[in-house]
C-alpha cells in the first residue's frame, strides 16, 4: 500500500520500528513501535504509534494505517496529518492486543483516521 506520499520503495521493518513520527506542525509526537502484519493478507495494517509515559511505563499504544504515515527524508522520520491533541484522542491500545485483534482495533483505526478499508 502505498503512504502519502506514493512511496512505496521497500524498507526493512527493523529500519522502521523506533523512527520519529511528527505531526505536520513539526513537532514530534511519538514513534513507530512495531509494525503489525497480516499474515493471511500479506499485507501492512497499521504502525504500533508509541506516545506519552516515561520509560515505557504509562505509553499507550495507536495503530495508525500504514497509508497515513508519509516518510520524509529531512526530518529522517514520518509525519502523519493529524495534531498531538487528535493522537491523544485516537483509539488506543496495549502493544499486545494489537495483535489479537478480531477486526474491532483495524476497524476503529481505519474509521478514527478516515481511512478506507481494502
Do not use: C
Not at 524498507?11 to 514530534?28: C, D, Q
Not at 511519538?30 to 499474515?39: P, T, W
Not at 488506543?92 to 489479537?100: A, M, P
Request: charged share 20%; glycine share 10%; hydrophobic share 35%.
Amino acid at each position: 500500500m502505498p503512504t502519502a506520499s506514493g512511496h512505496t520503495k521497500a524498507t526493512l521493518a527493523s529500519k522502521v520500528t523506533g523512527t520519529a513520527v511528527y505531526n505536520s506542525a513539526g513537532e514530534k509526537i511519538g514513534e513507530v513501535e512495531d509494525i503489525v502484519l497480516d499474515k493471511t493478507n500479506n499485507r501492512i495494517l497499521y504502525a504500533a504509534l508509541g506516545f506519552g509515559g516515561v520509560l515505557g511505563v504509562g505509553e499507550k499504544f495507536a495503530p495508525v494505517p500504514w497509508s497515513v504515515l508519509d516518510y520524509q527524508p529531512d526530518k529522517g522520520g514520518y509525519v502523519v496529518p493529524m495534531s498531538t491533541d487528535m493522537l491523544k484522542k485516537a483509539p488506543t491500545y496495549r502493544l499486545e492486543d494489537l495483535t489479537k485483534d478480531d477486526g474491532q482495533i483495524l476497524t476503529a483505526s481505519y474509521k478514527y483516521y478516515n481511512v478506507p478499508l481494502d
